[in-house]
């Protein structure tokens, strides 16, 4: 079965630093979405994105955050200059056809240590 | 909040037993999805259904829905050791792309 990828599986960085999470989702997908969880907290949506254009984006997406796809497979998150409190699961996530009243599939996460 | 809120927070039980958890929610939905996350690992979807759906199975898993109640629960069925995972209902409320608000989640445990 299909699945999303993600990689690394866990990026330790030191504050301040920009740190760039990769994510290869479903080939024929065509949505796509970033998420984070921080340790024992809700599953927290940050964007959505959709022909090359962001959708929606919650209130935690500022401007440090933005999203790519560079080209037909990666979909990326970077976070330009990292604090303490980024620390958490982040996980891609991408939803096929027919949007509405499909699922969303996701990766299994890259655990983001900031030190 | 817009988000679903599970109950209870844990659930513990043994093998052969039925589990059910439930979730409510306060705003309007689209549809409500049911995942499972293992320790560490990302969320596999269980189930969706649709704000028009009353109830929806799939193997030894059930799901009904009342959104009078705006409630959902979620029932396993013959639990085994292996189903030990945490569960959270997501609900898509219809926004462009269906961003889901996911609840703090179920910790199930099921002891051989």
């Known amino acids: 079965e299909p699945e999303v990828t993600q990689t690394p599986s866990h990026q330790v960085t030191q504050m301040g630093q920009e740190v760039i999470l990769r994510c290869v989702p479903i080939?024929?997908?065509?949505?796509f979405y970033w998420y984070r969880q921080i340790l024992g907290q809700k599953v927290e949506f940050l964007v959505s994105f959709y022909n090359n254009e962001i959708s929606e984006k919650s209130e935690i997406f500022d401007d440090q955050f933005s999203v790519e796809r560079p080209d037909g497979s990666n979909f990326t998150l970077k976070i330009r200059s990292t604090k303490l409190e980024d620390s958490a699961m982040y996980f891609c996530?991408?939803?096929?056809?027919?949007?509405?009243?499909?699922?969303?599939?996701f990766g299994d996460g890259t655990r983001l240590s900031i030190l | 909040s817009q988000q679903g809120e599970e109950d209870p927070q844990a659930l513990s039980i043994q093998e052969g037993e039925n589990a059910t958890m439930n979730c409510s929610y306060k705003?309007?939905?689209?549809?409500l999805q049911w995942y499972r996350q293992n320790s560490g690992r990302g969320l596999v979807h269980l189930i969706l259904?649709?704000?028009?759906?009353r109830e929806k199975h799939s193997g030894r898993l059930r799901v009904t829905l009342d959104t009078s109640k705006k409630s959902s629960s979620l029932l396993i069925t013959a639990s085994r050791a292996a189903d030990t995972a945490s569960y959270f209902c997501a609900r898509d409320r219809g926004s462009t792309l269906g961003r889901l608000y996911f609840g703090r989640g179920t910790q199930l445990t099921v002891w051989p």
């Open positions: 996530a991408s939803k096929g056809e027919g949007y509405s009243n499909q699922p969303q599939h």
């Open positions: 080939s024929n997908h065509l949505y």
């Open positions: 259904i649709r704000s028009n759906e």
């Open positions: 705003t309007s939905i689209n549809n």
